[in-house]
């Protein structure tokens, strides 16, 4: 990206905050651009005349997420439980899922990646640190940090918007196999602009003997780029795929049974794991022969839909560390993804924590203990 590379550090020791030490962490989640996401309640005004399809997630240019922000300032929806509906944090899919695991799991979680040294990135570097991530493997560059304005309707549906072009972003020869080793899980999410680094990772994480996790990211990114994801697919490196159901559905789009039974059925001739999340429908899984379905929760006090597929993967993968039952790695995605909707934004409370773990203890799951 032509960003110049700042002295050898991690940028949480750059900013102070972890030293630089490189120690090894359960579950590794590679977000190669660090986001900063712009989540704000608006009205349908604003959804009208926002280019694309409301619901997905579409790139922009910077001059584009300047406007919509500008715009979101006049169409805020405010409500007595939170009168400034309007929140920046740490984003980006697996930075949600990371966050969750180290946070609300107290799974050993890192990030691996970059971020730029402004003021973007140093949001991103202080979040995630205090919710007790390792950013030991995450690089400070100059340039600009990744920024995603996530506007949420009335209903708790959002539309994504994230600027990326001009963003700082780790290059898959700044990749060591070092970065991987004593890791159980990397945690990867699709996109075509990343595929040189997702290839990379992929390649040093099988050295290493690290199970892969992808996530199809949105239904565009499977319709738009679909031949390079299945080449991905059907390489065998992928342990285990979520998907949501749009996602499921578009990546079986032409053939007789496009269902997202017929998608689970066929991710999970590909990879150990295949998952694919039905909203208010709960979710589905298959591991071998075995398929489970499990009913949502929470979904009934839904105020924001951001990150709840990302916190279902936190709660699946916890499940999986933990050995958990193919059933109870899903009902405790469930608690998880349930608790995240919860209020604005893919971050879990405090508040939306201890509910989780009100549901799973009355669901008989094995407790996490949260370092913070």
């Known amino acids: 990206m032509g960003a110049e590379q700042l002295p050898p550090q991690s ?3 750059a900013a102070g905050i972890q030293k630089p030490v490189t120690s090894p ?4 989640g590679l977000q190669p651009a660090a986001l900063v996401d712009h989540v704000a309640r608006v009205d349908w005004s604003l959804l009208n005349r926002v280019p694309g399809d409301r619901g997905g997630s579409i790139p922009v240019a910077y001059d584009e997420l300047e406007h919509i922000l500008n715009e979101v300032k006049a169409h805020v929806l405010s409500t007595p439980e939170d009168p400034s509906p309007v929140k920046a944090n740490a984003g980006g899919s697996v930075a949600n899922t990371i966050r969750g695991l180290a946070s609300g799991f107290g799974v050993s979680s890192g990030v691996l990646g970059a971020c730029g040294d402004d003021e973007q990135g140093r949001l991103f570097v202080s979040n995630m640190s205090s919710r007790g991530v390792n950013l030991s493997r995450l690089r400070m560059k100059k340039g600009p940090t990744g920024q995603c304005v996530c506007l949420v309707d009335a209903l708790g549906n959002r539309t994504m918007r994230p600027c990326l072009s001009c963003a700082v972003k780790i ?7 070092g970065d991987f080793k004593g890791s159980k899980w990397l945690v990867l999410r699709y996109a075509a602009f990343n595929l040189e680094v997702i290839r990379a990772a992929i390649r040093f994480a099988k050295q290493e003997k690290v199970l892969v996790s992808l996530d199809l990211a949105s239904f565009e990114m499977v319709r738009n780029f679909k031949a390079p994801l299945m080449e991905l697919l059907k390489s065998g490196d992928i342990d285990l795929c979520f998907a949501n159901e749009d996602e499921a559905m578009e990546l079986l789009r032409g053939e007789r049974d496009c269902s997202p039974e017929a998608a689970l059925n066929f991710l999970a001739k590909h990879c150990q794991w295949a998952v694919v999340t039905l909203g208010s429908k709960g979710s589905m899984a298959k591991h071998g022969n075995e ?3 499990v009913p949502a929760i929470g979904e009934s006090k839904a105020v924001d839909a951001t990150g709840a597929g990302d916190l279902f993967a936190s709660g699946f993968l916890y499940g999986l560390v933990k050995e958990l039952s193919l059933e109870d790695c899903c009902r405790v995605g469930s608690c998880s993804g349930g608790c995240v909707i919860r209020s604005l934004g893919g971050e879990v409370t405090p508040e939306n924590w201890q509910w989780m773990y009100k549901q ?9 203990n949260p370092k913070g």
């Not at 962490?25 to 590794?28: F, G, K």
């Not at 290059?171 to 196999?177: H, K, P, Y």
């Not at 799973?360 to 996490?368: E, H, R, S, W």
Request: charge should be positive; avoid cysteine.
């Open 360 to 368: 799973m203890q009355i669901k008989g799951l094995p407790l996490p």
């Open 291 to 293: 398929v489970v379905r």
């Open 171 to 177: 290059q898959a020869e700044e990749l060591t196999r």
């Open 25 to 28: 962490v359960t579950i590794l």
């Open 11 to 13: 940028a949480a020791a």
